[in-house]
């Protein structure tokens, strides 16, 4: 049970439509960054963006303004990488963007007869041979390994077809179901708080999507934005799961103000 009278010491953000939208910072975005640092917050980056390095990802955010390091960034390639490095015996085909392959180093890498086939988004890289290449291997005996599993993302002002959208022909195909590593997996968000050494009453996880970051969120209180993949219906069941709406994260300020004062000490 989320007991929602603790204090918040720890926030989990998502980016993609929580933070930037279209390219540019939500309104306000970069501001409470700034105050979640001033005021002793402890924060960790969240994003099932797979196609760059946590160092990309925190480079283009700083561009953008925002006052976050690489290290405050987690992607599903990194969580991915953790779950295989607790596995040193298993082998892996890799179905991944050239740009994180180097992440893997140190993992072992088999494309005859792999355990796993990992697959993340590679945009237009994902062609019939590539497809029917990993179908294979999971016919061989293989399980699948989805680095996320969502349908489309938003590129500048078009939606684009994501990962989970060949991940689910992948299982269709094979009769397997994917092993997930991004959000909303329970592994993906309790490695973020062993990362800070959190505890999941006093965490709150903020984000915009109620499939992924709402539903992700398990113990922890929840704070849906009304920004980036929202949907006025998102507010009501069968959704609805959040503890707090607010219209964006420009807002998030106001709510941490309000919480500190009503929390015991």
């Not at 918040?8 to 930037?20: P, S």
């Not at 903020?206 to 934005?225: C, N, P, Q, W, Y």
Request: charged share 25%; proline share 5%.
């Amino acid at each position: 049970m989320v007991k929602h009278d603790l204090p918040i010491r720890n926030i989990l953000f998502d980016i993609e439509g929580t933070l930037v939208f279209k390219k540019r910072p939500v309104p306000g975005a970069v501001e409470t960054v700034r105050y979640i640092h001033s005021a002793g917050y402890k924060a960790k980056f969240l994003t099932n963006i797979t196609r760059h390095s946590p160092g990309a990802i925190a480079k283009d955010l700083q561009d953008l303004g925002f006052d976050i390091r690489e290290e405050q960034i987690q992607t599903a390639t990194s969580a991915c990488i953790a779950f295989l490095r607790r596995q040193p015996q298993k082998s892996c085909h890799l179905v991944v963007p050239d740009a994180v392959v180097k992440m893997f180093k140190g993992i072992l890498l088999n494309d005859e007869d792999p355990d796993y086939v990992v697959v993340s988004d590679i945009g237009k890289g994902f062609t019939y041979e590539v497809m029917d290449k990993a179908f294979l291997l999971l016919d061989k005996g293989a399980e699948l390994i989805a680095l996320q599993k969502n349908m489309f993302w938003f590129d500048g002002e078009r939606k684009r077809l994501d990962c989970g959208a060949f991940v689910a022909g992948l299982e269709a195909a094979s009769g397997k179901h994917a092993i997930v590593m991004g959000k909303p997996a329970a592994e993906f968000f309790s490695l973020a708080l062993e990362a800070l050494s959190a505890s999941p009453e006093e965490t709150i996880v903020v984000g915009d999507d109620v499939l992924t970051d709402i539903m992700g969120a398990g113990r922890m209180r929840s704070v849906l934005v009304g920004t980036g993949k929202f949907q006025p219906g998102h507010i009501k069941p069968p959704y609805g799961k959040h503890t707090w709406f607010i219209d964006s994260v420009g807002d998030l300020v106001s709510l941490l103000k309000d919480n500190a004062k009503r929390s015991p000490s």
